[in-house]
C-alpha cells in the first residue's frame, strides 16, 4: 500500500470527554487520502479503549500508546511517524471541520512555497456551543510580520508540508506551551506561512485547557519566542520587559504603569515601520498589516485612559489613522465605556 497524501498526527492525554467527537470530526473528512496517527500518552482514563474501538472500525487509524512524557514528545512521535506529503495537527478536545484536509490540500498544492498552513478558528466551550469567531493574520508576508506579536497559526488547524518540518527539528521542549510558537517562527526561516481566512475548526476553550491551567508559563514562554523573533526581525535588541508588556496587550491583560503603555507603543511603532521598509508590501498586505497594527494600539489607548485621558485619546487617534474601522459607533462607544469605567477606578495619587 502506498503512502497516504496527508498524515493527520493527534496526541492524547486523558481526553475522553471529548475524544470521541474530534476523532469522528477527522474521520468524517471529504478529503479521504490520510492516515490519523493517534499517540496516547500514557491516558489513565478511559481514552485508550475509545481509541481501541476506532483502530478496529477504520484502518486508517494508528494507534500508538506510550508512557506519558508530555505533549511535545507525543506531537513529535506522530510527526516522526508520518507518512504523508503533509502532515495535518489536531487536539483531542477539538473538532475539524467536514472540508478542512480537502481545502488545504488544495491550496497548499497551489502554492508550493507555503510550508505551513493554519485556518480561522470559532471558539466553543465545554458544551459545544459556539463563541467568537478568531481570525487570524492570512498573508505570508504580514503573518510573518505578526510573528513578533503572537503565534498567528492556530496549531490544532495547522498542515505542513513533511518536508519543512522535518528541516527544522520539529516541536521543541524550550518554551513549555508555546511550542507550537517557536516552531512556526522557526519556519519562517525556511518556507512561508499563511491561513486560510474560513473558519475550518472550532477551537475548545474550556478549564482544562493549557491556557487556563498555566497562564504565567504560557505567557512567558511566549514572550521568550516573541523577545527572539522580534530581535531578529528589527534587526536590533529589545528590553524583554517590554516585550512581556507586547505580550499583556495582546492578550488584554492590564498594564501597569503610562510608562509601560508609552514603551509598549514605542515597540509596536518601530515594528510597523519595520514592515513598512520591508520588502515593499502590497495593497492587501498594508491593508491587513493596518487592521492587525490598529487593534493594538486601540487596545494601548484603553490602557492609557486609565492614566491620562490626553494620552488615551492621542493613542486612539493613531489606531484610527491604521485602521478607519476603529470609527464605527459600536466600537466608539465601546472604548468609551471601558474609559469612564477605568476613570472610576483610578487609582489616587
Not at 4 to 23: D, Q, T, W
Not at 271 to 298: H, I, Q, W
Not at 324 to 343: D, E, F, H, K, Q
Amino acid at each position: 500500500m502506498g503512502s497516504p497524501k496527508v498524515s493527520v498526527v493527534m496526541p492524547v492525554y486523558n481526553g475522553e470527554k471529548h475524544l470521541a467527537e474530534a476523532v469522528e470530526s477527522i474521520l468524517r473528512q471529504t478529503f479521504r487520502d490520510f492516515e490519523f496517527i493517534i499517540i496516547d500518552d500514557g491516558s489513565t482514563d478511559g481514552s485508550p479503549d475509545i481509541l481501541r474501538r476506532y483502530q478496529k472500525e477504520d484502518d486508517r487509524v494508528r494507534v500508538y500508546q506510550q508512557e506519558n512524557r508530555g505533549c511535545v514528545a507525543a506531537s513529535n512521535r506522530g510527526c516522526q511517524l508520518a507518512r504523508g506529503e503533509y502532515v495535518a495537527r489536531m487536539d483531542h478536545d477539538d473538532v475539524s471541520l467536514p472540508q478542512r484536509l480537502a481545502k488545504q490540500v488544495s491550496y497548499l498544492e497551489a502554492h508550493p512555497e507555503i510550508g505551513v498552513l493554519g485556518t480561522w478558528i470559532q471558539e466553543i466551550d465545554s458544551r459545544g456551543l459556539k463563541r467568537e469567531i478568531r481570525p487570524k493574520l492570512t498573508k505570508p508576508r504580514v503573518v510573518a510580520w505578526g510573528l513578533c506579536f503572537e503565534s498567528c497559526l492556530p496549531n490544532p488547524t495547522v498542515m505542513m508540508q513533511r518536508a519543512v518540518i522535518e528541516r527544522i527539528g520539529f516541536y521543541g521542549t524550550e518554551v513549555p506551551y508555546a511550542d507550537d510558537y517557536d516552531l512556526w517562527v522557526r519556519a519562517s526561516s525556511v518556507t512561508q506561512l499563511a491561513n486560510i481566512p474560513e473558519v475550518l475548526l472550532l477551537y475548545r476553550v474550556w478549564p482544562g485547557s493549557l491556557t487556563y491551567l498555566y497562564p504565567d508559563t504560557v505567557q512567558m514562554s511566549a514572550a521568550k519566542v516573541a523577545h527572539s523573533r522580534i530581535a531578529s526581525f528589527l534587526g536590533s535588541e529589545v528590553p524583554m520587559e517590554t516585550v512581556l508588556g507586547l505580550r499583556k496587550a495582546v492578550t488584554a491583560q492590564p498594564l501597569a504603569s503610562l510608562q509601560e503603555v508609552e514603551d509598549v507603543g514605542s515597540l509596536i511603532r518601530r515594528l510597523c515601520r519595520a514592515f513598512m521598509a520591508a520588502d515593499s508590501p502590497n495593497r492587501e498586505e498594508v491593508r491587513e498589516y493596518a487592521r492587525f497594527a490598529g487593534t493594538k494600539l486601540f487596545y494601548l489607548a484603553n490602557a492609557a485612559s486609565r492614566f491620562s485621558l490626553r494620552r488615551g485619546l492621542s493613542f486612539y487617534i493613531e489606531a484610527v489613522r491604521l485602521n478607519p474601522w476603529l470609527l464605527s459607533p459600536m466600537v466608539v462607544m465601546r472604548g468609551l465605556t471601558v474609559i469612564a469605567r477605568r476613570r472610576l477606578k483610578r487609582p489616587s495619587r
